[in-house]
């Protein structure tokens, strides 16, 4: 009786000592689990959301007006309502306005005719993250990668996720370290019910022997089957995605100076975008047209216009196309373009000294690299520039760029962002089979003056005209069927 009552004893103590230490455990996982990092993780989906659904609209600073007005201090201004107010705005703002209520048509007599898009689809999570984004954006505490961008004139840095390795590998050990803990007092429990037993002689198993059972092992096996699995599963979803996706050109083409500060329409050069499935990189001869001209670049001088001039046989001094260039031995072609470049130098400083001799020398083999580039094995300079591609979709989705650009009147900035704005052209959107569909969900389809749809026209004007919807959006002339993107 006496060894038995002891027995019970120690029994009561291991359950005891295993209550405490799961107790210490779980508190521990509570503390790895600190609320700043769930914040984060809300500003930065808040800011994918934002830029993805309301950045073509409202203003990146959340303090000036765009197209809509400025957001900073939304929540405070809608103060006076429900949350539910706010959030059913956001979703559709027209349902509110027709509903009479104060606070939307206050906003639709300030900005009307502009209509705010409808986003029926956002969740209260999805809408409450945008909100503390602009909040934290307006007032300048955003974690750091929910940063809201450079400054004006430049690129704005991709949505970012946050980096939670930290975090889960704080999880594993922890998680880690319970596994051992409760291999342990199962192990001492088998012990003492061996002893109880009579079971002799009794054996307490070791660390070692634990890590290395059976089911320990069919575990591990297990979870890297399993972690094995996400991964891959996790990076063929990634394929071809690049957000932010920023490449060095051969030659250093700034968008904000042609398109920007020039005004080019975006057509001019990618001509295709219109009348095509491809935008297609416009060739030389199209950069000619207007360099034939424009000899000397405002930022990098003949440095980059050189690199042109040598891929077509352009002699810049003669305004002439050199004959039979592409037979042409490229110590001639060295000593062509340096001796452009040279009297471009001497014009402006008056002589050719050890600078200009430098420079003269630099541009040359700037123009070996970006034309020759000996990654290319036997490639000469004469021919095409080998632009690197930035947008990339994958074989089995079909896109085309004139069912957009023409039928569907879709700005080039929807999906390629302020192109106008980027030194370097940068990937703005996701491109992402969700993003496309979001977008076919939430744009109208422009009805007048476009032939393509007048099939459509006449039943959908009359149910808008009956009150029966308050627009066409292009799932409803189905812009969500598989077929369409996929066959």
């Not at 230490?21 to 521990?28: K, P, T, V």
């Not at 975090?167 to 050990?173: H, I, P, Q, R, T």
């Not at 019910?193 to 059972?213: D, W, Y």
């Not at 970006?370 to 300079?381: Q, S, V, Y």
């Amino acid at each position: 009786m006496t060894c038995r009552y002891s027995n019970k004893i120690k029994v009561s103590m291991i359950h005891r000592g295993l209550k405490t230490r799961i107790m210490l455990l779980l508190l521990a996982a509570a503390l790895a689990l600190p609320a700043v990092a769930q914040d984060e993780a809300a500003i930065n989906a808040g800011k994918t959301l934002f830029r993805n659904n309301c950045a073509a609209c409202h203003n990146k600073d959340m303090k000036n007006d765009l197209t809509g007005p400025a957001l900073g201090g939304t929540q405070e201004r809608w103060a006076s309502y429900p949350q539910e107010d706010l959030y059913s705005w956001i979703r559709n703002s027209s349902a509110l306005i027709n509903a009479g209520h104060p606070r939307a048509t206050e906003l639709w007599n300030k900005w009307k005719p502009t209509a705010m898009t409808a986003f029926p689809n956002l969740t209260d999570e999805e809408i409450a993250n945008i909100l503390a984004y602009i909040k934290c954006t307006y007032e300048g505490n955003c974690p750091g990668a929910a940063a809201a961008g450079g400054p004006a004139g430049q690129p704005v840095a991709p949505p970012a996720k946050p980096d939670n390795r930290l975090l889960y590998l704080a999880l594993f050990g922890i998680l880690a370290v319970l596994a051992l803990v409760l291999a342990r007092v199962l192990s001492n429990l088998n012990y003492m019910i061996q002893v109880k037993e009579g079971n002799a002689p009794a054996h307490r198993r070791t660390l070692v022997e634990t890590l290395t059972s059976k089911g320990v092992i069919a575990f591990v096996i297990f979870a890297l089957i399993v972690l094995g699995g996400y991964t891959t599963v996790n990076n063929a979803i990634k394929l071809g995605r690049q957000q932010g996706y920023q490449p060095e050109q051969p030659i250093k083409f700034s968008h904000a100076t042609h398109s920007g500060l020039q005004k080019i329409d975006c057509q001019y050069c990618h001509d295709g975008a219109r009348r095509s499935k491809q935008s297609v990189i416009p060739a030389a001869n199209t950069c000619m047209n207007c360099h034939k001209a424009v000899k000397v670049g405002s930022q990098y001088g003949t440095a980059e216009l050189t690199k042109i001039y040598a891929s077509v046989g352009y002699d810049p001094t003669t305004d002439k196309y050199v004959p039979n260039y592409d037979q042409m031995p490229e110590a001639d072609i060295e000593k062509l373009y340096k001796q452009w470049i040279a009297d471009t130098y001497v014009k402006e400083k008056g002589t050719l000294d050890a600078d200009g001799e430098q420079l003269v020398q630099d541009q040359w083999d700037g123009i070996v690299k970006a034309l020759k580039n000996p990654e290319n094995g036997d490639r000469k300079i004469q021919g095409p520039i080998e632009w690197v591609r930035i947008h990339n979709l994958p074989d089995h989705a079909y896109f085309n760029h004139a069912q957009h650009v023409s039928v569907g009147q879709v700005a080039c900035q929807t999906c390629h962002g302020k192109v106008e704005e980027m030194e370097v052209v940068q990937q703005f959107a996701p491109l992402s089979m969700g993003w496309c569909i979001n977008c076919h969900r939430q744009t109208e389809v422009k009805f007048a003056d476009n032939a393509y749809y007048k099939s459509y026209y006449a039943r959908y004007h009359e149910e808008m005209a009956a009150g029966k919807r308050s627009k066409v959006t292009v799932e409803d002339i189905g812009g969500l069927e598989c077929q369409k993107c996929h066959y």
